[in-house]
């Protein structure tokens, strides 16, 4: 397996492109199920995730072909014929995204047998919301041999759901079951993260008619059928969080182009309250420390437009070295914090109390091998290995190449000293 290493200390600067953001492009790719017409889609990132998606959609009947950019890909999917209605295990276990099959799938074929889902070691993460939300549109649901059957023979009704937790994944997939429902479909306490707003403008130009886009009430009127369009995906507010948070970690200064602030709002908040400069332009962020130690500040992860799960790691690693003590809540996953050994590798002093970690800045970090354990986590120790004394070296960086682009590159173009060395074959 690929390795990362870091020699830290160096202060980044520089500019940083951010890319298509992961979460938009996932559920983006399986809407492209619901219609007989091809969906293309642009700034897409390159990462293993959109890969791994790419073969379930080809293996379900879809036509997916890539025209490589310079800095992002456009990708077509067309999935006139839908082949087959099962999406395995082999696939679905490796990326929770692809689970999302399962509502364009028993819309358009009124059937549907979909592996449950694997992703990120993070907690239970159940699916209990989606099969509520089915069942309630119409579909018959059964469990068998850890696969999830739905069938709507005479295709899924508009139904009332009000979700009890505020769940993205449950949100884009009754969103999009309900783009070809009889009738009006209405999902209260839906999540309202910025990729289900992006998904909801892209089924709107693919002929679904949602109301409430960005809000926790979506109103779908089911139509008869969608056609093919275009669409952009939105820049990665969690990537761009994550430099945000690089920056400041090594009293750098970047520029994150692309991204507008107003999506990760709260992080910026919360950096500006531990004392980073955060300045947000027109289709660019700009963050910058002047050296100075930054000030131990407390954080709770909620659902947007909170403070982001997806960057509770990222914060963590920031406040190892921040002045006192900072408690950092993780009330998304309830197992969302095995960065938290790796990061004492670095010399960091964080104790662990249920849903919350208590860290106590220590003035210095010191290189170390450490082990990814989980998409975000590994951009933690990448954030640590930045800052820290000496070398650091990252294992598992598959977890990585997940959900970050060339993130070496990017860095590196910043004046970071790090590199990859390939497992030698
Ligand atoms: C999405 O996961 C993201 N994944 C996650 O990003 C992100 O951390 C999460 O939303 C929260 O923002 C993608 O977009 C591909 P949820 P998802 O359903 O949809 C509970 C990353 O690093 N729940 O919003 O799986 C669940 O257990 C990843 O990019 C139920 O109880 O998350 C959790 O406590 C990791 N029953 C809470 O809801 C259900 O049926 C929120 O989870 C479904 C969820």
Known sequence: MDTIHIRGGRRLKGTIPVSGAKNAALPLMTAALLTDEPLTLANMPRLADVRTLSKLLAALGGEVSIDRGEDADVMTVHAKDIRSTTAPYEIVSQIRASFWVLGPLVARCREAKVSLPGGCAIGARPVDLYIKGLQKMGAEIDLV?????????????????????????????????????????????????????????????????????????????????????????????????????????????????????????????????????????????????????????????QVFPGFPTDLQAQFMALMTTADGESEITETIFENRFMHVQELARFGADISLHGDKALVRGVEKLKGAPVMASDLRASAALIIAGLAAEGETIVNRVYHLDRGFERIEAKLGACGADIWREKEKH
């Open 145 to 301: 041999e850890g696969y999830v059957h739905a069938a709507a023979p005479d295709g899924l009704k508009g139904a009332v759901i009000r979700s009890p937790v505020v769940s993205v994944g449950a949100t884009h997939t009754l969103m999009m079951a309900a783009t070809l429902a009889d009738g009006v479909t209405v999902l209260e306490n839906a999540a309202r993260e910025p990729e289900i707003g992006d998904v909801a403008n892209c089924l709107v130009a693919m002929g679904a008619k949602i109301e409430g886009i960005g809000t926790s009430t979506l109103r779908i009127e089911g139509v008869e059928r969608l056609h093919g369009a275009t669409h952009r995906v939105i820049a990665d507010r969690i990537e761009a969080g994550t430099y945000a948070i690089a920056a400041a970690m090594t009293g750098g200064e970047i520029v994150l182009e692309g991204v507008e602030g107003e999506t990760f709002g709260a992080a910026i908040s919360v950096l500006r309250a531990a004392g980073a400069e955060v300045e947000s332009e027109q289709g660019a962020v700009r963050v910058a420390r002047n050296g100075e130690r930054l000030q131990a500040t407390d954080v709770v992860t």
